[in-house]
């Protein structure tokens, strides 16, 4: 018989011993566990044409931090692949159908135990950042959030495949950064290089400053920025940023956590 190596099998050998891949919903997770007893964790979403499997580094960042992870698949991604919703016209439908799935994967990880549903950070790159936004304009109970390479504003995106095709309604519809009369203020950490070549780098700088500026606490909103990283199409990953990225979130999320717990 051929074995045929996983996306799970080409996890680090630290990160497996402490995974398991479960369908939560119709959502693909990848679950990082240690212990028994309920622990802060990272929902994580990656971007457009990539896998939940694909950012084993942060994973082990964050475990070692004392955090879990539940990092799921995209529609149309990973476990789930559907040639069409790869597509870059068909991203805003990927977006939207994951932020109305976050909270039934919350309702899966509070029967799968090990998850500290009142400690929960919610992060996301490109379009899993945009999908974060999206959940986070109405009710929720995540403590902070982190935002890589994404934007809480379409309008730079107006003529892209991202909105293309939308009337003036539909647009102002899904557009976050005209829907932030319910947002909730909590601590946010975004990156972004100015150099962007798929997500403008004024679409988010915007959206930071929109929540700055309703903030009671604005200096709880951090929006951290390159000039250049090297990065392919100065998007994915950040390049020579990457792990200075990554290092700092862990921090930022960890201080997050700390200061509710002796807030509470």
């Given at each position: ?15 497996r011993e ?15 566990r240690v ?41 149309g ?8 919703l ?21 309702d ?7 998850f500290?549903?009142?400690k ?7 379009a899993?950042?945009m999908?974060?936004i ?16 994404t ?15 939308l ?9 976050p ?15 972004h290089?100015r ?10 700088e ?54 509710e717990?002796?807030?509470?």
């Amino acid at each position: 018989m051929l074995w045929m190596e996983t996306r799970f099998d080409s996890l680090p050998s630290r990160l497996r011993e402490v995974s398991t891949e479960l369908v939560i919903g119709d959502v693909p997770c990848l679950l990082v566990r240690v212990g028994a007893e309920p622990r802060p964790f990272l929902f994580w979403i990656h971007g457009r044409t990539a896998d939940k499997e694909l950012d084993p580094g942060r994973y082990l960042r964050y475990m070692r931090k004392g955090f879990n992870v539940c990092a799921v698949d995209l529609p149309g991604h990973g476990g789930r692949f559907e040639a069409r919703l790869q597509e870059s016209c068909n991203t805003l439908e990927v977006i939207l159908q994951m932020a109305s799935e976050i909270d039934v994967v919350l309702d899966g990880l509070a029967k799968v135990g090990g998850f500290d549903l009142g400690k929960a950070i919610l992060g996301g790159m490109s379009a899993g950042g945009m999908a974060a936004i999206q959940r986070l304009t109405s009710a929720h109970s995540f403590l902070c959030a982190v935002l890589e390479a994404t934007t809480g504003d379409y309008e730079p995106m107006r003529n892209k495949p991202l909105c293309m095709g939308l009337d003036d309604v539909a647009f102002h519809a899904v557009n976050p950064i005209e829907h932030l009369e319910t947002w909730r203020n909590i601590p946010i950490l975004a990156f972004h290089s100015r150099r962007d070549e798929w997500i403008p780098f004024s679409g988010q700088e915007s959206f930071i400053h929109a929540l700055q500026k309703r903030a009671s606490h604005p200096e709880l909103i951090e929006f951290v920025h390159f000039d250049h990283t090297g990065a392919p199409n100065e998007h994915v990953g950040f390049g020579r940023e990457s792990a200075f990225v990554k290092e700092l979130q862990v921090e930022f999320v960890s201080k997050s956590v700390q200061n509710e717990m002796e807030t509470a």
